[in-house]
């Protein structure tokens, strides 16, 4: 039996990097589908693959990807890293590595790391970008690789 994974607006903004605010906006245009328990939205990995897939969305979460990269380039940073790491892997072992590093971020309040994540479907690739204090990133992808 598979244990399914139900994210937050909050889970989302994490992964995307979009604000909540448009990921707020992206349900009002039914870009996303969600249901609300408890005065919360929750999403289910299969409301969020769907949310992925959007031609749209996939432009956006490129541009986002792309654009947290070329920041971090284009200026000097002491003791900040950028970090993108690429695992081949099933999609079910990418949401894993991806659920094992928000939880990691969230559990160091390390709110000086950003943190983007995407599935290439085709290639099984899933792909991994954080930017922010390389103390952390070191500490977050240690406790991936014990994981693992």
């Not at 290639?123 to 930017?131: D, F, L, P, V």
Request: with cysteine; glycine share 4%.
């Amino acid at each position: 039996m598979k244990i399914e994974r139900i994210y937050t607006i909050k889970d989302l903004a994490q992964m995307t990097m979009f604000s909540t605010r448009t990921i707020r906006n992206y349900m009002k245009m039914g870009l996303l589908k969600g249901e609300k328990i408890e005065g919360e939205w929750r999403f289910s990995d299969e409301e969020i693959e769907t949310f992925f897939s959007e031609p749209y969305i996939e432009q956006g979460l490129y541009i986002k990807r792309n654009a947290l990269v070329n920041a971090f380039i284009s200026s000097e940073h002491q003791d900040k890293g950028c970090f993108v790491y690429d695992h081949v892997c099933t999609e079910s072992i990418g949401e894993k590595l991806c659920n094992r590093i928000m939880e990691a971020i969230q559990e160091e309040t390390c709110q000086s790391v950003q943190f983007c994540f995407s599935y290439n479907k085709k290639k099984q690739i899933a792909r991994i970008i954080m930017t922010g204090d390389m103390k952390w990133i070191a500490q977050i992808f240690l406790k991936y690789i014990e994981d693992k």
